[in-house]
């Protein structure tokens, strides 16, 4: 069965980026979020099997609604994307509980290697 996954970015090009990747290899994409605050509010609503969240968005940043997200749901699955160099924020990601990270710009073969790490 196809697993489902909400992707949550400010950049429309990059969430269509990610959609490609994720339908053309078998992957549903349940919904679309362009900042923190509609990522976790998408999340309580479609309960996705992964969430796909970039750190740097306005109204609420990634690393606070991944927190939100793991607050109410402590077995949430979250990839977390981000540009290059920011290190800091991959470590305070991980420790909030994402489950693996990818470095902007994408390539698809490391969005789908992460994915299947995580939800198969």
Known sequence: MA???LICDDAAFMRMMIKDI???NGYNVAGEAENGLKAVEKYAEVKPDLVLM???MPEMDGIQALKKIKASDPGAMV???SAMGQQAMVI???QAGAR???VKPFQAERVLEAVKKVVG
């Open 100 to 102: 693996d990270f990818i």
């Open 92 to 94: 305070e990601s991980i």
């Open 54 to 56: 970039d750190i740097t």
């Open 22 to 24: 994720l339908t053309k």
């Open 79 to 81: 990839i977390m994307c």
């Open 3 to 5: 697993k489902n996954i």
